[in-house]
């Protein structure tokens, strides 16, 4: 059965892959819920609104296409883990997007592009960001908070703060970015992708 979706390789080299779903907003009632296992089926059963259904069996579709065998599970923070190799899931609207590494810590985040971004821009700019960068430009605005979003989900601190211990320092074809907590400091460099209507980050962690 067509289940309306397309799968996309953005990135494949030998340190990650990064592959893209775009989903139709199908009816939950069509899937094939025999390729998720015992505890994803509990999971996806636990979900009230079709919307979260969707977003998690596409997910896991997603994850299906990467030619390796992957075991996920989560931390009690949430953070998914996989049993070889390390991986990073993000979603917004019906896209979603898959970063895995064999060797290395990986964040990645989708944003699109929406206005909305304005109302909540004193929330997570810190105050070098705002003298920085244009944050009267929608789309720096969006870099910025997929940055956030991604390196959150690759450093896993509980209390990490977006606007307090994250700031983006440069913005020049990658993204530089320090996260100050708990008295250390690390530096990342992001890379990101833009599209008509989202853009992408992604960094790994070479330990």
């Given at each position: 059965m067509?289940l309306?979706?397309q ?25 094939d819920?025999?390729i ?17 259904r ?23 923070t ?7 190799g ?19 810590y990986i ?13 909540i ?18 789309k720096?605005?969006?870099l910025?908070?997929?940055i956030?979003e991604a390196?959150y989900?690759m450093e896993d601190?509980?209390?990490l ?15 530089e ?7 250390l400091?690390?530096h ?7 599209f008509?209507?989202f853009?992408?980050?992604?960094c790994?962690?070479?330990?």
């Amino acid at each position: 059965m067509d289940l309306h979706y397309q799968v996309h390789t953005i990135i494949a080299t030998d340190e990650i892959i990064i592959k893209q779903l775009k989903y139709d907003e199908v009816a939950p009632e069509t899937f094939d819920l025999s390729i998720l296992s015992v505890e994803d089926r509990k999971k996806y059963e636990g979900f009230i609104s079709d919307k979260r259904r969707r977003e998690f069996y596409f997910a896991r579709t997603l994850l299906r296409s990467f030619d390796v065998k992957v075991e996920l599970f989560y931390r009690s923070t949430g953070k998914p883990l996989i049993n070889e190799g390390h991986i990073s899931i993000s979603h917004s609207r019906n896209t979603i997007i898959v970063g895995y590494s064999k060797q290395h810590y990986i964040g990645v985040d989708i944003e699109y592009f929406n206005p909305k971004i304005f109302r909540i821009k004193n929330k997570f700019l810190a105050e070098p960001e705002k003298n920085n960068f244009d944050i009267e430009d929608q789309k720096i605005l969006t870099l910025i908070w997929s940055i956030k979003e991604a390196i959150y989900k690759m450093e896993d601190i509980p209390g990490l703060l977006f606007r307090e211990h994250i700031c983006v320092t440069a913005l020049n074809g990658e993204g530089e970015v320090n996260v100050f907590k708990n008295g250390l400091s690390h530096h990342y460099t992001f890379k990101y992708l833009t599209f008509d209507d989202f853009v992408i980050t992604y960094c790994y962690l070479i330990s």
